[in-house]
């Protein structure tokens, strides 16, 4: 079967560090942290209270105030970061422009790893007390995950493939992947994906919290999350979205679009091990880095930085060091391997798609961002983690770990663009 080049030409980002990839971007390279004390409900009874919430996000800004009420706020983020990487991208869907898609050849494929959470505790709130013959009649469809590449793909008019991966933590890295596929192999011509989330709610912080995976430094906000630490205490719950315009080369090129960089590989498998821990020493990641990149026909050598999963747990922090180590030899040790998660929180099911574009514009710009926090070397993690600042380095290939609960494990590899390369 023949493959095309895929490319990414709009980028679309909403994180704690602010509204817009720039912002973002901006945050990282400051070093600034995006968790501070939870403002959007009184936390004061969990052992959790801090999160990475998004601060700045107005959705008139990006959606008619009378559809924003319609939608859950993971939506909101959806179609917000939807219309910031078309917009980048300059893509053109239908009529007769030069350079338009046929509609039928244009898919979204955005997830959520929980999806409209908070919709589904207030409605059932209000069905308690006044009856549930008097929740709103927009519920489902705020709730159902769906409903993000739904509005996306109405907003443009985008007929082709249209679902939503849910695979927890790993969701938006497998929707990048999966619209990679099938761009790649030509059912699509260009495809919009990613993934958002919105569940700092009193339902999904008491779950983790309970659960004791989260961090407990209420105390430092700031510095709750500190991957690869050996004080790291659990991760920091975030939120926002992640959103990539992908398209064929070929149709990028003739529509004279500004490419950012090439998307080369992409695995998906399965630890089949335990609902929450990784595979001992990260085998199954392992196994997943190892086929991205014969998905890429490239060698380990090649790989010039890791944006690692690097959630701030325990667990997760070694084996992923491990699995690292495991296929790539030697060269691990010449490796940059950064989680923004120090900052950005950990963004769940829209963590990939984040990390996706946070890639692409360190190949793009030639810019390393950090690992915050980085204060105690851990023994287990004795990688190059680009410790508390940024770092000038131009690779040419980098790779984006997505790993969630039920041992779902999802690896991107993007390589830098050159005209004519």
């Known amino acids: ?19 817009g990839t720039e912002a973002t ?10 968790v501070a004390e939870v403002a959007s409900f009184d ?5 959790t209270r801090i999160a990475a919430e998004v601060k700045d996000f107005k959705p008139e800004d990006y959606i008619d105030r009378r ?44 997830g959520s790893g929980i999806g409209g959470i908070s919709s589904l505790e207030e409605q059932h709130l209000k069905g308690v007390e006044k009856g549930f013959d008097r929740i709103s009649p927009f519920f489902i469809i705020q709730m159902i995950i769906n409903m993000a590449p739904g509005l996306i793909s109405m907003r443009y008019g985008a007929k082709g493939p249209n679902w939503s991966p ?16 099938s761009v790649r192999f030509g059912e699509t011509d260009a495809a919009i994906a990613g993934g958002a989330e919105a569940s700092i709610t009193p339902l999904s912080m008491g779950g983790f919290s309970v659960m004791k995976a989260m961090s407990q430094r209420n105390d430092a ?18 939120e926002g979205a992640g959103i990539v315009v992908l398209e064929s080369l070929e149709h990028a090129q003739a529509r004279g679009a500004k490419i950012l960089a090439e998307v080369v590989g992409y695995a998906a498998n399965s630890d089949a091990y335990h609902v929450t821990q990784p595979a001992p020493g990260g085998e199954g990641a392992a196994r997943c880095m190892r086929r991205a990149l014969a998905d890429a026909d490239l060698s380990p050598e090649s790989v010039g930085y890791i944006n690692a999963h690097g959630t701030s747990t325990p667990f997760n922090d070694a084996n992923e060091t491990q699995a690292i180590k495991t296929v790539f030899g030697a060269h691990a040790s010449k490796l940059a391997v950064s989680s923004t998660k120090s900052m950005t929180g950990h963004m769940l099911g829209a963590a990939g798609g984040a990390e996706a574009v946070i890639s692409t514009l360190a190949l793009s710009r030639g810019v390393l961002p950090p690992t915050m926090n980085y204060q105690t070397p851990d023994p287990d993690c004795d990688l190059d983690y680009v410790p508390n600042a940024p770092r000038q380095q131009q690779v040419e290939v980098a790779m984006s770990n997505s790993f969630g609960f039920g041992g779902t494990n999802a690896v991107l590899v993007f390589r830098r663009y050159a005209d004519g390369a």
């Open 166 to 181: 849910v695979s927890a933590c790993a969701t938006s890295a497998h929707a990048i992947g999966e619209a990679f596929k």
């Open 43 to 47: 936390a004061k009874d969990l052992a």
């Open 221 to 238: 906000p700031e510095k709750a999350s500190r991957p690869f630490d050996k004080d790291r205490d659990g991760f920091v719950m975030g």
């Open 25 to 34: 971007w901006e945050g990282l390279l400051a070093g600034r942290s995006g």
């Open 67 to 110: 559809e924003a009420r319609r939608m859950d706020r993971f939506a909101q983020f959806a179609v917000a970061a939807a219309e910031m990487a078309v917009k980048q991208s300059g893509l053109s869907i239908g009529g007769d422009a030069e350079g338009a898609y046929d509609p039928e050849r244009v898919g979204v494929i955005v």
């Open 1 to 19: 079967m023949t493959k095309r080049r895929v490319v990414i030409t709009g980028t679309g980002l909403i994180t704690a560090l602010g509204t």
